[in-house]
């Protein structure tokens, strides 16, 4: 029902609502919005952008909890007609065009492809790069959009946008309608009924819980709570996460009174006292943080230049060690040129933002890390996933957007953060040189990992000189702060005058830009700790394997052992660190829900007595928290 107690508008009116919405949360042109454009692959938007999406949705139309699986606009205005509910099928009259014209609305929203790219009979899969998950979303959105079910027996059968009209058409028709009591409630009622202010917390739903207490809420259920006090979803946050912390699950941000090395000595505030952990949550991959000539060339440069500049790289915030580090840094990667941002997420904001523009496109893995999400946001040109690693699902995003007038810039991960695999470099070369793409790695967990000499990805697979441009950030393996990209001369110098992230921010001190420089000075002379960290690599892995964990597909110093269920990987994370060893817990948003993981980082530093207690770390807890056999 709509605030005045009528029948909700038709669905051409509610596929409108839904487009200004998407439209708005995306900064997309209405235009781009088509019906079936694939939320990832075509569109760009991810599961953090489409729960702003659905929460404006359930704003707006107060209805309940949308499904987060829908894939195309189509999709999105089914479920909001869905939610709404409808009092009769005559709503339905109009058949399957009327259902089209939902579906191909939604989409326009959702993926920025124009009227004209968005072909009706296209292949969803093949053509138009719409997965069963970005499906589900569209189908559902539409659903709420008509007041009918977000399910429909046969949709997964079909193959384009018109089958599916006339799938959900005839399903619909025949599905009962919704009852009096389920349609949503006249806002103006609402706010009539309220005895006065409410908190987010009072108006929020009761959190649901299982027969044992176990809050089954992740964060995912405080990103898009609406309230007319802006703090309301902190407040309410606020209370879900003392609640994990008491329960010893959340212990994140913990401060160490140590230096990181293999050990270190760390604060637990929930328990007021320090204790000394096996330390297998540092990106510290080569130990050249506490390398003394490290520290030493920190020190000195910070005496003769001072704590810091104050100023951009422009405007006072130079000196000849950030040149130097340029250069340094370009030798280092065998590319012509180098620029250093402030931080390596400054440099993918800054990087993508200044190439990437409206008429342009991004083509980026679905695991990229967030840097490179925003920075897609913040270009607004066209944006596409592919299915990670997946070089035909790739390739069908290429050809798909083979027309269009701008140029394509592919972007991944070197080595993926939160699973410890390495992207498909030669199969990215081969297709970006097949449709005339640009190429940019981040190297984040890659520098000072892959390659005989730690300088990459492309030294890994013998591709120096084949990438466009390599990005990095020099807070890991490097041991200090800053990003940079190296690249042609040319382009490396567009990016000094036109990288917001980098003209109008202070760049690093000229003490971390020396001992930068330093680290780079020893791992050229010391090869041996790449040696080192590898064999560790390969001693813990082996052990983990055949303990029975999944570690996924990683082939770097990252070793997931995925879990899956949050609660579990919580509560294997608070068992690891009872007996002594920290590493990262990852739920929500670090990985989708369903997901979850712990994140095991190694190190050269890493003794083999440390590796061998570990994996008895790893086992004991898991055995204890269900996540494997007592037998095992």
């Known amino acids: 029902m709509t605030e005045t107690g009528e029948k909700h508008p038709d669905l051409a009116l509610l596929h409108k609502q839904v487009v200004e919405i998407v ?21 760009g938007i991810d599961s953090v952008i489409l729960e702003s999406i659905l929460a404006s949705l359930q704003e707006r139309f107060g209805i309940g909890r949308l499904n987060g699986q829908v894939a195309t606009l189509r999709e999105l205005v089914d479920a909001v007609a869905a939610e709404l509910g409808r009092e009769d099928g005559a709503a339905w009259a109009d058949g399957p065009d009327t259902v089209l014209s939902a579906l191909v609305s939604a989409a326009l929203r959702q993926t920025q492809y124009r009227r004209d790219q968005l072909g009706l009979d296209s292949h969803l899969e093949r053509d138009l790069g719409i997965d069963s998950v970005i499906l589900t979303s569209v189908v559902a959105e539409v659903a709420q959009t008509f007041g009918a079910p977000e399910t429909a027996p046969g949709t997964g059968e079909a193959t384009t946008l018109r089958e599916l009209a006339d799938l959900l058409s005839a399903a619909w028709s025949h ?11 006249p806002e103006t009622a609402r706010q009539k009924d309220r005895p006065g202010p409410q908190t987010g917390e009072e108006r929020q739903a009761p959190p649901s819980s299982t027969e044992d207490g176990w809050d089954s809420r992740s964060m995912k259920d405080f990103v898009e709570q609406r309230d007319p006090d802006l703090f309301a979803k902190a407040r309410s946050f606020g209370a879900y996460r003392r609640g994990r912390e008491e329960d010893r699950l959340y212990w994140y941000g913990m401060p160490l009174h140590s230096r990181c090395e293999n050990r270190a000595v760390i604060f637990d505030e929930l328990a007021g006292r320090k204790r000394e952990f096996l330390m297998f949550a540092s990106n510290n ?99 596409r996933i592919y299915q990670h690693n997946d070089m035909a699902d790739l390739e069908r995003v290429l050809r798909r957007g083979a027309d269009s007038p701008g140029g394509t810039l592919i972007v991944a991960d070197g080595v993926f ?29 890659a520098t000072g990992v892959l390659g005989a000499r730690g300088s990459g990805t492309t030294e890994h697979f013998n591709l120096k000189g084949e990438v466009d441009l390599e990005l990095g950030t020099m807070s890991k393996a490097l041991a200090g ?22 003209v109008f921010a202070a760049n690093i001190p000229a003490g971390v830009a ?19 960290l590898w064999t560790n690599i390969g001693a813990l892995r082996a052990r983990l394997l055949e303990a029975g964990f999944d570690l996924e597909n990683s082939e770097s110093a990252i070793l997931p052992i995925r879990i899956g269920d949050e609660r579990q990987a919580m509560e294997m994370g608070r068992a690891v660190r009872a007996r002594g060893l920290y590493c990262q817990t990852v739920v929500f948003p670090g990985v989708p829900l369903g997901d979850a993981r712990l994140r095991v980082s190694v190190t050269c530093e890493h003794t083999p007595e440390d590796l061998e207690l570990a994996a008895e770390i790893f086992l004991d807890a898991a055995r204890e928290t269900g996540v494997r056999r007592a037998g095992r």
């Not at 097949?434 to 790695?441: E, S, T």
């Open 285 to 383: 991959y080569l130990g050249l943080a506490n390398h003394p000539k490290v520290i030493e060339a920190v020190c000195d440069a910070t005496r003769s230049y001072g704590a810091t500049h104050t100023g951009s790289r422009f405007i006072g915030g130079t000196n000849m060690l950030h040149k130097e580090l340029e250069r340094r840094l370009a030798a280092f990667k065998q590319r012509p040129a180098c620029i250093v941002y402030p931080g390596g997420y400054a440099a993918n904001l800054g990087s993508i933002s200044a190439l990437v523009k409206s008429y342009d496109t991004l083509v980026v893995d679905k695991l990229n890390h967030m840097s490179i999400v925003d920075g897609a946001k913040l270009s607004g040109g066209s944006r």
């Open 175 to 185: 599905s009962e309608p919704a009852t009096a009591a389920s349609a949503p409630e």
């Open 481 to 502: 702060m800053g990003g940079f990209v190296v690249g042609d001369e040319e382009v490396v110098e567009y990016l000094r005058y036109y990288s917001n992230s980098y």
């Open 23 to 43: 439209a708005e949360r995306t900064l997309y042109d209405e235009s781009h919005l088509l019906p079936d454009s694939h939320f990832e692959a075509d569109l």
């Open 417 to 445: 953060s939160m699973h410890g695999d390495i992207c498909d470099l030669p199969g990215i070369v081969r297709l970006a040189k097949a449709y005339g793409a640009r190429v940019m790695i981040d190297d984040a967990h």
């Open 514 to 532: 020396a001992g930068l420089i330093a680290a780079i000075d020893v791992m050229e002379a010391e090869p041996e700790r790449v040696k080192r």
